[in-house]
């Protein structure tokens, strides 16, 4: 019932708003013809402004030499060879590492079994044997190394953070706040500074996946403390319990699957930064991908990519089971057979500690060879068949509609865009998101790289409508149809792991270097992720809604845009605004392959010193675009919400 | 059920084990010799993200291993991370420089980390080029006054209604903006933002007969490939690059050269002579990257096969 009054008062009251903003559109345009090229703030690419060349001079200042950070280098530095030399790397005199293959996939599917189920323990015995099948065992290991190393870490810091900001409101808003940073600041723009601080090696480069993944794992713990229900910690309180048995007999048990999720999510981000830590030689598999790249080997890109992919997958597969699981005490069946399996184990690592066949992945099977030859054959077939479609494409969304927005923002006075984006703010928002879009407008001029920035604005935006709408129709799809989800969740799995750089050279030859191919880039990147909460959403709409829909003899169209949408909107709105950072966070990809503006700017400062405080300035001009329009879609979101 | 699936599959691989596995060679059976690297040590060598720098760091340090029993680390950076690594001890070797003068003034001059150590014998080539079949069909092209009337041949969507002038990778060296202004040429740089593009991008023109122009570098594996064509920029005379924003003139020949820290070079390892002597051509260059990059040899498989066709040029840089 609500739903029905609600969209009739969104008809009497959303022409006015609507109407509002187009008038000031339209506004926006005739103003633009008249003062199109005024007060623009062009600056060259070797252009630097006083802010830019003060952060370049002050970039020692803190340097290295500091007891604080060497303690924390050597620990991590330590905590990952230990790892390396177990898993990977030849050790303490031995010509193969600690463990060899056979003893791994033991391990993985014993821990698999033990935390999840037998099915995911054949999938993570079956991945990694894949995996040493293509080729890649060692930078495998190498990789889970690392990964390993970042995760544990992330989860020592993130866990109890995460119970802090669920307990204190206080810590709540300052977490989200530096989470916000974590996640939109490109990590080009720390990867350089780090080495500063924690030198060359492994320990840079697990701190740099340590400040990506963290946020999940803090987000999700905090979310899980904030969602158990009052009365279960009243009723702990009542009966006496002190802070922690409150914490440690309530608060956690009731949060763990959600807990679960932050990890899953924490290892997810882990390895999707295995390829970008690679560029200050963190080991494994990104540096087969970067090697590749150098010759332009697609196959044997792809080939490590899929790697990546599989442990993505095992990694995310094993969790979610764990995370599944209930708590229960195990039944002596259960645990006799679970020391007859670590026995299992033990035997297993014996043999690949003993005979060589064991230890290292035999070599003569070349499935990764094939898996090079097919994916090149692949690109290349799709090159000459879309070739000259996909140019053709190309040019007509860049000249119909990337060119003219592009155009309107750049084109316009600092200040017309400026007034006229608050003004949109405040009409589809509230002046609660009109106060933060002027501060970061203003903070935007001040960091001297406006004009880059309103040209990344333009691509963003036009991504993120195209993520926003294929995500929506993937995720109405994958939501109402469970054999689409299962089909589909790999694909998307895929897009959210399989390094951009793989993609980047195949979209090269499909799209040329340009801004559209950026685009496409940043689409493959965000869609999963929006749909993937779009279907949460939509499975979540209680049944009983759906049924009643269809009972009055509702069309599935308008079941779908009828009920499911309206009751799914919380997701949308949360999915929209996930499509708008994962947009943003491929930005210096972008960069890469032709889209110029801020993404270059931010990988220009990682290669030339003195450009570094340049591409400080664009780092922080992305982070404020994405806290911008983050407010302005949660704002307008809320507004919505209230009609309905 | 599950149960007894673990469990049926649990007996049946101890089976497979104990039928397949008692045999086989046994781990630490063939022990390697060990090397005597006692004399040298170990060396710290960045690799810089190019297949050239690859082919130089793959010959250098087999021989340092092979010849002079070192024990060669290879780090993949980026150059501005490695010259970090001077002041830090964990670079000793740069094997392939590219200009660079404010690095060198830097961690050179300033803080005297660092130390020169001669030319690599390589000529780094800056320019402008064209793809072969662009520059056969229209053999003008290659003077840089024609360019002008052919802008309209160079647009493309990034370009703004201007012809495009493909640039690279922000770590390159580029005066190409301020040749674009100075030259008065209606033309746009587009930022093609790493290598890669810049390489796909004169594929596909090869390829579909598209019109091209960019920067482009020598030496290069890529030009084993494609006979990119040089585009010719009013000559270069010593001073006329010394302002940038009014440089109006073709890019100097770089004399490519190696830097080391100042630790190594006083260490008194055989290794720093080595890195010293070791001076090359750029067709021999050409001829590693060309095993790393299409006969994807590894680059230890490429340098022993160059080493081997090429022994006098070794036992040159060892002092033999």
Not at chain 1, 226 to 240: D, M, N, Q, T, Y
Not at chain 1, 416 to 440: D, N, Y
Not at chain 2, 77 to 99: P, R, Y
């Amino acid at each position: 019932m609500a739903s029905i009054t609600g969209s009739v008062e969104i008809r009497v009251r959303k022409p006015r708003r609507t109407v509002i903003a187009g008038v000031l559109v339209v506004g926006w345009v005739a103003a633009w013809f008249v003062l199109s090229g005024v007060d623009t703030l062009t600056i060259g690419g070797q252009e630097t402004t006083a802010l830019h060349r003060w952060l370049t001079e002050h970039r020692d200042f803190l340097g290295r030499g500091n007891a604080f950070f060497d303690a924390i280098r050597i620990a991590v530095d330590h905590l990952v060879v230990l790892l390396q030399n177990v898993l990977s790397q030849p050790a303490y005199g031995r010509p193969v590492p600690v463990v060899g293959w056979l003893g791994v996939v033991a391990i993985a599917a014993y821990l698999a079994w033990a935390f999840g189920n037998w099915k995911v323990a054949v999938l993570a015995a079956a991945g990694l044997t894949f995996v040493g099948l293509q080729g890649l065992w060692q930078e495998s290991m190498d990789t889970l190394s690392l990964t390993i190393a970042a995760v544990a870490l992330s989860l020592l810091v993130g866990i109890p953070l995460g119970i802090w900001a669920g307990l204190s409101n206080r810590a709540f808003k300052v977490a989200t706040l530096i989470l916000d940073l974590m996640q939109t600041l490109p990590t080009f723009v720390y990867l350089a500074p780090l080495t500063l601080f924690f030198a060359i090696g492994p320990a840079a480069a697990t701190i740099a996946t340590l400040i990506y993944a963290a946020p999940p794992v803090v987000r999700l713990t905090a979310h899980a403390i904030r969602s158990v229900p009052a009365e279960s910690v009243e009723a702990a309180r009542s009966l006496g319990s002190t802070g922690g048995q409150t914490l440690f007999k309530v608060l956690l048990p009731m949060s763990r699957s959600t807990v679960v999720v932050g990890i899953n999510q924490t290892i997810m981000a882990a390895l999707s930064m295995v390829t970008v830590a690679a560029l200050i030689d963190a080991p494994g598999l990104g540096q087969t991908v970067l090697k590749a790249l150098q010759t332009l080997d697609v196959g044997v890109a792809f080939n490590a990519g899929l790697a990546i992919v599989v442990i993505a997958i095992v990694l995310d597969r094993v969790t979610t089971a764990a995370g599944d699981r209930p708590w229960r005490t195990a039944s002596v069946r259960r645990r006799v057979l679970l020391a007859a399996g670590g026995l299992a184990v033990l035997v297993a690592v014996w043999f690949s500690r003993t005979y060589v066949w064991a230890a290292e992945f035999p070599t003569d099977v070349g499935v990764g060879s094939r898996i090079a030859v097919t994916a090149t054959d692949v690109t290349t077939w799709g090159q000459d068949v879309f070739g000259g479609f996909t140019y053709g494409v190309r040019d007509a969304v860049t000249e119909g509609l990337l060119n003219p927005l592009e155009a309107l923002l750049t084109e316009s006075p600092w200040w017309l865009v400026t007034v006229v984006i608050v003004a949109l703010a405040a009409v589809l928002g509230s002046w609660r998101s009109a106060v933060p879009a002027a501060v970061c407008l203003g903070l935007l001029v001040a960091t001297g790289v406006w004009h880059d920035g309103m040209v990344t604005l333009a691509s963003t935006l036009l991504a993120t409508v195209v993520v926003v709408a294929v995500g929506i129709v993937l995720g109405v799809w994958t939501g109402r149809n469970q054999r689409a989800d299962s089909w589909l969740r790999p694909v998307l799995d895929a897009g959210q792991t399989m390094p951009p750089f793989v993609y980047l050279v195949p979209f090269l030859a499909l799209f040329g270097t340009s801004r559209f191919t950026a685009i496409a880039a940043a689409v493959v990147f965000a869609v999963p992720v929006t749909t993937k909460i779009v279907a949460d959403g939509i499975r979540a709409v209680p049944v009983a809604t759906v049924e009643a829909a269809n009972s009055v003899g509702s069309s599935s169209w308008q079941v779908i845009s009828k009920v499911q949408l309206p009751v799914a909107r919380r997701a949308i709105t949360l999915a929209v605004n996930q499509g708008l950072i994962y947009v943003l966070s491929m930005v210096v990809v972008g960069g890469l392959v032709g889209a110029g503006a801020l993404g270059y700017d931010v990988a220009a400062g990682f290669a030339q010193s003195e450009l570094y405080g340049k591409g400080l300035a664009a780092g922080l001009a992305i982070v404020l675009l994405g806290v911008m329009l983050d407010r302005i879609t949660q704002a307008a979101a809320r507004r919505t919400r209230k009609f309905s | 059920m599950t149960n007894k699936l673990l469990r049926s599959a649990g007996v049946l691989t101890a089976l497979a084990l104990a039928l397949t596995a008692c045999g086989g060679a046994k781990v630490g059976d063939a022990q390697k010799p060990a090397a005597s690297g006692k004399a040298c040590g170990t060396v710290n060598l960045t690799v810089s993200p190019w297949v050239g720098y690859e082919a130089n760091a793959a010959v250098v340090a087999y021989v340092a291993t092979k010849d002079l029993g070192c024990k060669v680390v290879k780090k993949n950076l980026k150059e501005e991370i490695a010259w970090q690594g001077f002041s830090t001890g964990e670079i000793d070797v740069n094997l392939e420089n590219w200009g660079h003068e404010d690095l060198k003034k830097k961690y050179i001059t300033d803080q005297k980390v660092a130390v020169e150590a001669g030319l690599t014998g390589n000529k780094g080539v800056i320019g402008w080029y064209l793809p072969p079949w662009l520059a056969a069909a229209h053999p003008e092209l290659t003077d840089w006054k024609t360019l002008n009337k052919n802008a309209a041949m160079f647009k493309t969507s990034e370009s703004g209604g201007k012809g495009q002038l493909l640039d690279g990778d922000p770590s390159f060296v580029t005066n190409d903006e301020a040749l674009v202004k100075n030259l008065k040429l209606d033309y746009k740089v587009v930022y093609a933002g790493s290598e890669t593009a810049l390489i796909q991008a004169f594929r596909d023109a090869e390829k579909n007969k598209k019109p091209v122009i960019g920067y482009f570098y020598e030496p290069q594996w890529f030009f084993n490939e494609l006979k990119l064509v040089k585009v010719n920029l009013p000559p270069y005379k010593a001073g006329c690059d010394a302002v940038p924003e009014k440089v109006a003139c073709d890019y100097p020949a770089y004399a490519l050269d190696k830097i080391v820290s100042k630790k190594f070079a006083d260490s008194g390892s055989p290794a720093y002579d080595l890195v010293k002597n070791f001076s090359w051509t750029n067709d021999d260059q050409n001829q590693v990257a060309k095993y790393i990059a299409e006969d994807k040899l590894s680059p230890d498989a490429a340098a022993q096969k160059w080493v081997e066709a090429n022994r006098s040029k070794v036992d040159a840089w060892l002092g033999k």
